[in-house]
């Protein structure tokens, strides 16, 4: 079956002499995430309006999915086209839209009418008018509010004559691909995958990196993470996943600082392995799932030290989010359910009984003295550990 979306986005429509960039990165994701779901398709960019047209046998459904989904989109709406701008057919193509997307016609309606092409004979108020008499003479059933209707009715009169009234919300955004690319710290819990989808949604590629310790933590957790960056994916595109094997620099900070420390010092080496990862793979920053307070290092004072390791900009999204709205988000990105399953994540292991809340930069730098002379070879054996698992979205 043929269809044809038209598109709104919001931001990039203020975005002056660039507008093209991002109307061209959205028209490109579009494109890529209907390929990939090989639905035919044409993408129309002009005047400020982008459609979509496509063929498929799947449900109209499974097209406004895919393209609601699509960071950047605001609202998709399934437009009718009439191709001759007589009234007569507008007329029979509005009348023919009614019988096409409603049964039931309880409900109140305000027909809007555009009018890019002013040459068309009509004024907007006579087509609105017009239109509003024959629908009420098709459809008895229907009432016009103009104030507070259920449904506005849009004509739009362009190079042909769109009409459509039904709005399905979108994820917004920027499109992907306008903002560079960043490394996610992404573990198995809540917050970290919801942290990367929220940059991601401000146009910015991702790839991830996670921090495993076998034997301490098992496959099933690993798993657990590859699962977390292919939903993901589904928004993101295509992550390219580094598991680093953290194990032995875990124990080498273990044997040698006190243990009231270790998480903020094993964070600050995830930190700075991160950001060697992020280098070598063209990224612009790191993404955490941090956010003030929530455990004891995230407080103000532990996030300073976390910060202190790393010398490329780091994005905490979620930073100032308490921890309902975060599973909200979660929820509604679908990484929820995955998150929850039980397994450990390698920081569970080594956690102290009474971690410090209050930890101080120069106290830590002196404790991580220890371990000059030893953790060298172990971060280049961490780093030489990275295995990359492709996720394609
Ligand atoms: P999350 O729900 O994302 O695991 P959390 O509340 O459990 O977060 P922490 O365990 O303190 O918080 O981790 C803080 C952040 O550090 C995480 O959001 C994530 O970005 C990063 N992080 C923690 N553990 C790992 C890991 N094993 N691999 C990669 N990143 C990690
Ligand atoms: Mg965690």
Redesign the pocket.
Known sequence: MKSIFLLKYAEIGIKGKNRHVFEEALCKQIRNRLNKNKISNKIINERGRIYVETETEEPVSTVTDIIKNTFGVTAVCEVKVVESKEWEAIRDGVVEYMKEQYSDYHFSFKVKCRRSDKNFKMESPEVCMEAGHVLLEEFPDLTVDVHNPDTFIWIEVRDKVYIYSKVIKGIAGMPLGTNGKSM????????????GYMIARRGVYID??????PPY?SDRAKQK?VDLATKLSKYTGMINLHV?N?TDIQMCIYEECPHDEL?IIM?RY?MKI?EDIAKKNDCLAL?????IG??A??TAMSLAC?DAAATMPVYRP?IGFD?QD?IDISKDIDTYET?ILPYE????IFVAKHPVTKPVLSAIEKSEENLVGKIEKLYEEALASDEVIRIHG
């Open positions: 996610l710290l992404l573990s198995g819990g809540i917050d970290s995958p919801v942290a991830a990196v996670y921090f495993h310790a933590t993470v680093i953290f998480t964070r995830m991160a993404i955490t799932g941090e956010s929530q455990v290092s995230q976390t979620l921890k975060i998150s994540d390698c920081c569970t």
